[in-house]
């Protein structure tokens, strides 16, 4: 009977929402009332990203998790969590250009995290990455950027992404004390 009671109050709330809403619509206000709605559901998202600085796990299988946030694991790629790795174990700034002399090291990290069992295939899409100037790792900083803005506010992000200008040589400035790597 209660939770019937509270369903009946809750659609009576909707439809006294629905009338207010028809009512600001009809006299043009609607928009101030929409602009307070998204301000607080984007502050409410906000609310529930990690806002601090928290250590990161490289898991033995390559999930990158925020242990302090049980719940918050970063979502990429097997091909794009590489990348990402490959960059939080750098001791130094590494440029894309460079990332031929890295190949070993991307092999390896991918073949421990992708379920793939072709090693011939495994490589080749390392081979084919980094070869040239490596214009297509930019799509995976970018897909890496994405799913870190997911999880953290804007002031916490920047520290997890890839950082560096176009033809500068790049890294993460999360200190490295702050990372765990189980990946061995």
């Known amino acids: 009977v209660e ?38 559901l984007e502050e409410n998202l906000e609310q529930q990203k990690i806002n601090q600085i928290t250590k ?10 925020f242990p302090e946030y049980k719940d918050v694991i970063l979502k990429l790629s097997h091909l794009t969590k590489t990348i990402y790795i490959f960059y939080l174990l750098q001791q130094e700034p590494v440029a894309i250009t460079n990332l031929e ?3 070993k090291e991307l092999i390896e990290i991918y073949k421990k995290i992708s379920y793939r069992n072709d090693v011939d295939s495994l490589e080749n899409s390392i081979t084919e990455l ?41 890294e993460i400035v ?11």
């Not at 809403?21 to 307070?36: A, F, T």
């Not at 990161?56 to 998790?65: A, E, M, N, T, V």
Request: charged residues 35%; hydrophobic residues 35%.
């Open 101 to 103: 002399d890295y190949k």
């Open 174 to 184: 999360l200190e490295k004390k702050c990372i765990e790597n189980q990946l061995v």
């Open 56 to 65: 990161l796990i490289i898991s033995s299988d390559g999930d990158i998790l």
């Open 3 to 40: 939770k019937e009671e509270e369903e009946l109050k809750k659609e009576e709330f909707i439809r006294k929402m629905d009338d207010l809403i028809q009512d600001m619509k009809g006299h043009g206000v609607l928009h101030l009332l929409s602009n307070y709605i998204f301000e607080t």
């Open 130 to 170: 980094i070869k040239g100037n490596a214009e297509g790792v930019y799509v995976h900083f970018s897909r890496i950027k994405s799913a870190i803005n997911k999880s953290f506010v804007k002031r916490i992000a920047p520290f997890y992404y890839i950082s560096g200008g176009k033809n500068e040589p790049r």
